[in-house]
């Protein structure tokens, strides 16, 4: 097991440290451009134990994107695949395989929930009678996942998000105009901003991969996710969990992840293990540059590409 | 082991009969129009047995599509990954994550090598002095792979192919106007459609499986591809493989797979076994309606899914 | 004149009549939906006298998308054109000759001031301390026009508009985003809502239709927009005053003209005449399709295109 | 009348002379490389005298888009409107007035005659036994309107635009397979790039853009044009004739006119004069550069804007 090597695992983000920096961290709100561009840090948990690679590892940082697996999971829970992909595609591409160029089709939907506007309307489908009780729904979901029940959201960086969020409210309102959301926009915003302001460390997202990993069922075998929907969520990170680097990200490492844009990413290798990474200084594609180039040292190293 | 188990496959078979008659055969030129809409097939290969499940097995039909797995990887054994990742990209979509519409550049350059402007890109960089060289070598591989050197392709298809291939031309001149491709456009859809008219039965898909699935080596431990190139494979079946179906069809099924409209369907389980599927009648989007029915089931039954 | 013959043109709407039952009266509001199918009314302005063509020219109908000709003309007269076309361009169309497909390129700036995003950014350059000051700058340049101080808005309408305008905020914050506008979105949204409900009859639109012709000038020779403003207003007519119709009514009727789908075209001959027409019954583009029918009769009649 | 004011507009000339050396000559083909940057020419006939205003008048140049106006003139003569406008559009654009991005819509029907793929269209209606016939045909128009029998194509220019039209050919083979074109893509190449390789020099576009100013006929009243036909021909001037800048140019300048990447610009003032213009270096959007600027100062100098 990776665990039992430490030392190769510390051997490798020593050998990765210097792409922190070819980066650049997230500066468009304040909370985000406080991050320390030399940070990177990953946790990996195999069910039984945790090990650490790195000194930044108790290190808080918000889900941002990543907040998208896990809405996703809440929603397919809530509604099942029927309705939850009446609202949102299963594609990575629209394409037709003999297009000569891309199409934008009329029709609003967005073509899978790793996009933003696809995130916003599978938020949209969230249960719950108000903000809070969304909110408290979705945190209790990743507290069930990551064992941690003090997880909660910068009020900050949720509050900075909202303020600026002017293209995600010009997806929200361009659904509303074709039935995709049918709520109002800045509650909808309200929500989707706290989710992304949801604060864990890197052991939360190992956890949280692990369970991903797991088949749904934490280490004592209790069921977090249904098996079902933790696969699906799987193969979405696969082919675009890594936004339009996703193609080359499974070339190259071959593990389902999602990335953030504070700088985070969740790792699950199949029935193995769960894996978190922080390291904020991002690539144009809004990826941790070290952070993959970790992962893809860490894939190499133990063999762990699905493919 | 799945040929263990024959009856199984039998009953599985036979249970997704029914779904040929859904699709609708593939009538752009004469020769695929020809084909029995009732027709389903499936070939599982082990490294050990063959298990066939139904009498059509022996049934030849043409790669289409299916052969830009196959040029994708002989142009890598020919050149390495930067130069044939200069002409043609790896991803299943270009889009930012944060655009509102998808965007068309004026990069010429196809996004990833399962859609017809990327396999025109790769087949132009497969080395040869000539057509029949470059065919060839091509059909050399492919026999490697399959285990049977009378593997060559069929001259009606590919003259029919080539007679009716405008969408081709059109794509073949903008690259060349942008200096994707150079070469003669006549030339290389000839060589592009007679890769396309390449006949195999379900037995060789199986084992063309089988090599990718056993990373790049066939059943004896001779390496046919090397162990990247396989792996790099088996990626572009699960992102783009089966067309615009591919992000669904990773959900209900979850093996790497490509498609082609003749029917057919190669599929690699990586570490475990190849399968060759054989059912003409297909959805709208090209890809066999049973057959996908069929590699469901498969995947359900004997849990394949690589996530 | 044209107002010499007032029965010709009496005729020529009598012959132009059935075409009403064609189209198909607005309804996304309700305050639209209770137009009446039938009605077809014109009102030519010569700078002397109004001739009337049909019992129905007394009728009040909202401007909707004729007031983006007189926003444009407002907002140029305030900054000049500089600034203006800073914010939104001049072009009917942005592909470049030889693109194979049309081009969404990342750039926000609306194509022009005619279609809804290039309107709102018109809008949000309208100076004034409040949406009240400037509703009320727009109204005294439209009752300066008309020669009617009672113009004002219907505040049914501008609040359902307002209501429902989930497309347009999603143009708005879009541009937001990339800063086209930097005003509140729902501030912007209520002046553009009361501007598109500012309420005239066919009288009206003849007289603003003939200051336009006049070189900005009323019948008294007064200036109410200057040269250059007035003609720059007329190009954007003919270039795009009729929707995704205008290279199509330029060939048939050559007037430059702008209409709403409240059903009212405004129709401008340089150096000559006024027009106001409404007939509520629209095609699928949005234009009056017995107003249209009507502006090319009388074009032809007279011989008035300017081509 | 404007020639009889020679020595204005000779002034004009030189004011904008110094215009010449902001733009760039073409250089794709080496024929077109060849043209001297500094040559600025004008000629204006008004149908009794012809006014030229610098000394380059004489120099010969081809036709290129300027035969879009022509070949769309004749295949009106040859088919009459429902043919032609079957195979293209008569929009500037295609879009409608909410749409939030630009579409490409699967039809592959062209917006107008006035972009490459429109062009090809209407070429392809062109009668004629063969490419001669056709040739000869559309050169007698041109012989007929300027009144010079010896206008003919340069045989150099035609074969180099024919060797390295990759994009009109990807063109004319995505309009094959949608059936908007049924001939070899070749033998319309060949007509085409031939069309476009005919040379005049500024008397003939003067006197061609005369009889589209006279209503389709000629100094003696001769009808070479139908009159229906000349002005439509003038209404895709204004709105398209100018590739992407037509819009601008519509509100600088206000004639019909359409340009060439030679360098040529004909001009038809509707009723008045016919305007032809000579400066090879171009602007990034293929229009000559101090020929715009010379339209301009002659159209605000004697006020020939149509607006």
Do not use: W
Not at 66 to 81: F, P, R, W
Not at 97 to 112: D, F, R, T
Not at 232 to 249: A, D, I, P
């Amino acid at each position: 097991m990776v665990c039992q090597y430490g030392e190769q695992l510390e051997k490798l983000v020593k050998e990765v440290q210097p792409f922190t920096a070819n980066g650049k961290v997230a500066d468009y709100i304040p909370a985000l451009a406080k991050a320390n561009q030399d940070t990177l840090a990953v946790s990996i948990y195999d069910g039984n134990s945790t090990c650490f690679s790195a000194g930044h590892s108790s290190e808080m940082f918000t889900l941002q994107s990543i907040s998208k697996v896990l809405t996703l999971a809440l929603a397919l829970m809530d509604h099942g695949e029927e309705i939850v992909f009446d609202k949102v595609g299963m594609e990575p591409t629209g394409d037709p395989y003999n297009s000569i160029a891309k199409l934008e089709s009329l029709v609003a939907k967005p073509l899978n929930p790793m996009i933003n506007a696809g995130a916003l309307a599978v938020s949209h489908l969230i249960e719950g009678e108000s903000t809070d009780e969304r909110l408290e729904r979705l945190l209790q979901l990743i507290r069930d996942m990551c064992g941690r029940p003090s997880v909660t959201y910068n009020r900050e960086v949720a509050q900075s998000e909202f303020n600026t969020a002017h293209l995600n409210r010009s997806l929200a309102f361009f659904m509303k105009q074709y039935r995709i959301i049918n709520e109002d926009v800045d509650q909808l915003l309200d929500f989707y901003t706290k989710q992304c302001a949801i604060e864990v460390n890197c052991d939360d997202l190992a956890r949280i991969g692990y369970v991903l990993a797991n088949k749904g069922r934490n280490e004592e075998g209790v069921e977090i996710v249904p098996f079902e929907i933790a696969r699906l969520v799987k193969t979405f990170m696969v082919t675009c969990g890594m936004y339009n680097s996703s193609g080359e990200f499974a070339i190259r490492v071959g593990i389902p992840a999602k990335s953030g844009v504070s700088g985070g990413i969740v790792g699950a290798v199949p029935n193995e293990i769960g894996i978190g990474i922080y390291g904020p200084a991002l690539d144009e594609k809004g990826n941790s540059v070290a952070g993959m180039k970790l992962l893809e040292a860490i894939s190499s190293y133990y063999d762990l590409s699905i493919f």
